[in-house]
């Protein structure tokens, strides 16, 4: 065989080898195992809300949010496992022209509350069908910032450092009566504390469909005081650009970083109040 047959063999070799790592991939999944899993959420946000007959008010909010989830047994194939996770407001604090009055409904704002549902190995949750909203998350923002939640949900096929999918953001009293979705991206691979990691990128725009009042009627909380009383409307769009960092052995989300810009309208007793802000969320695990 001549020279040039060689290198042409040897060229064709390499190019099926890549050619089969590209097709293999990486398959992100996530470890199930029964346990407690903790990690902690901080958000700012600063809103600008223009106020019929009283121009542009600023409000701005700081939030810390402790979250433990708790692993049940795994079904039988340990493709899933119950789950409950439990948060905690651990920190609530109000800046701004409009701090006074939210500031009057603190104590609504700082509680502790519980989600059950179902999490399966592409870090998917499903939340209880019974569960209820509670809507002082809505006010306070919880619910915007958590549309995501603790876990990103992975694609169900193998993808190389570039590829992307889609995650799906269900219907619910606050995104619509239709799923929605955002578009991840495997950007790369690096170490980061020790730890090999993915980093993996979330962006795209989730619209907002929100009745008030029929939230606090399907909560069953009559201790809301005036404000489980307004009827008010919010719609509106929430912009999301992030990333995550999922570490590689366990598929367990070990920080995300994610930056929200809304757009929303409120109807409230027949006045439009329009609104505009901007907010960052950082997860992290507890060490």
Known sequence: MNSAKKLLVV??????????AATDGITLRKTLKTGTESYHVQSKSKQTITVPGGGDQELETTSTTSYSVKIGALVADGGSAPVDIVSKVEKFDIGGPMADMMGANKDQFMKSTTSSGTLDTKNRFTPDPK???????????ATSNSLLGLF????DKAVNV????????????????????????LEAEKQVDGKDVYVVSISGTIKTDIDFAELVKASGQADLGPIGQMEMQIKGSIDFKGEANVDKTTGQTILMKIKLDTKQEMQVQGQSIPSTGTSTVTLTVDK
């Open 131 to 141: 569960a209820k909203l509670d809507p002082m998350a809505v006010l306070n923002g």
């Open 152 to 155: 990103l949900e992975f694609p």
């Open 11 to 20: 060229t064709s070799l390499v190019a099926a080898s890549i050619a089969m």
């Open 162 to 185: 570039g590829d992307t999918w889609d995650v799906v953001i269900k219907k619910s009293p606050v995104t619509g009566k239709q799923d929605q979705k955002l578009t991840a991206k």
